[in-house]
């Protein structure tokens, strides 16, 4: 099973993603679960930390973001859906479309276009999750929550339009998908975590959402459907592929 999880800056996307981990653990104590984080590999510290004297132009930053999604692609999420494992990825294409789209106002066509033609177009099926999880919360207490959080990273530092650029587009892209689930690899269910409240209140509610997910992700109940098998193959072909480059 294949999980994206969502938000923008202080709605509590990591932390979502930890606490889903440990409960679909919980749940599933004999399955295999992976929790990945976008951008990642040799580039992530450049994309967010910018070493002093490091210049990076908004059109350098979202091709830098194209070539983290495809290297954690290759080297973190193909292999462990190959082994079977379920996994979380924490951001993904929605984010780049949200901040390079809509926060560096790129364009979301040009942004979408360019990770069709380097992302989406290059890996198929393999990457079309049957989660895409929200994490939401309102702006107050995101902002809030970075004012408390210090030690900012450069796309945290951005400012409060610049994250309201993020949250239109992560809004509309969240509202696509719930209306239209299905596409041409299969279907992607919607879920959305609201995290206005207390620790306790998110942490009952993933509890309450990995319960649902467990029994499909318990080893030995393999789905067996043609989309299913057809993925894994895709998977193991494309690995195939990239491996003897």
Same mark, same amino acid.
């Given at each position: 099973?294949?999980?994206? %999880? ?10 979502? #993603?930890?606490?889903?981990?440990? &409960? ?6 004999? #399955? ?5 984080? /976008?951008?990642?590999g040799p580039i992530?510290? $450049? ?11 908004? =059109?350098?930053?979202?091709? !830098? ?5 495809r290297w954690l692609?290759?080297?973190?999420? !193909?292999?462990?859906?190959? &082994? +079977? /494992?379920? $996994? ?6 929605? #984010? ?11 364009? %979301?066509?040009? %942004?979408?276009? !360019? !990770?069709? =033609? ?12 049957? @989660? &895409? ?15 408390? &959080? ?18 239109? $587009? ?6 696509? @998908?719930?209306? @239209?689930?299905?596409?041409?690899? +299969? ?17 009952? @509610? ?11 992700? =318990? ?9 299913? $098998? #057809? ?15």
């Amino acid at each position: 099973m294949f999980l994206i %999880v969502e938000g923008v800056d202080g709605a509590g996307k990591t932390l979502a #993603s930890k606490i889903l981990k440990e &409960r679909l653990q919980l749940h599933a104590p004999h #399955s295999e679960i992976v929790n990945c984080r /976008a951008p990642d590999g040799p580039i992530r510290d $450049v994309l967010l930390n910018r070493p002093e004297g490091t210049i990076i132009d908004h =059109q350098t930053e979202l091709l !830098l973001f194209a070539t983290c999604h495809r290297w954690l692609l290759i080297n973190k999420v !193909l292999p462990a859906l190959d &082994r +079977g /494992a379920t $996994v979380i990825l924490d951001r993904f294409t929605d #984010s780049t479309i949200s901040y390079q789209g809509g926060g560096r106002e790129l364009g %979301v066509d040009v %942004v979408h276009n !360019l !990770l069709q =033609q380097l992302v989406f177009d290059q890996f198929g099926p393999c990457i079309m999750p049957d @989660y &895409r999880i929200y994490v939401e919360a309102a702006e107050d207490i995101r902002e809030a929550r970075l004012a408390e &959080r210090g030690n900012l990273d450069h796309m945290d530092k951005q400012g409060l339009e610049f994250r309201r650029r993020n949250q239109h $587009v992560m809004e509309n892209q969240a509202n696509w @998908y719930e209306l @239209y689930p299905n596409h041409r690899f +299969g279907s992607t269910k919607v879920a959305r975590i609201e995290n206005n409240g207390t620790l306790e209140e998110l942490e009952q @509610y993933i509890d309450s959402f990995a319960r649902l997910l467990a029994p499909e992700i =318990q080893t030995g109940n393999v789905d067996i459907s043609h989309e299913a $098998v #057809s993925r894994r193959i895709e998977i193991r072909e494309r690995l195939a592929h990239f491996r003897k480059q």
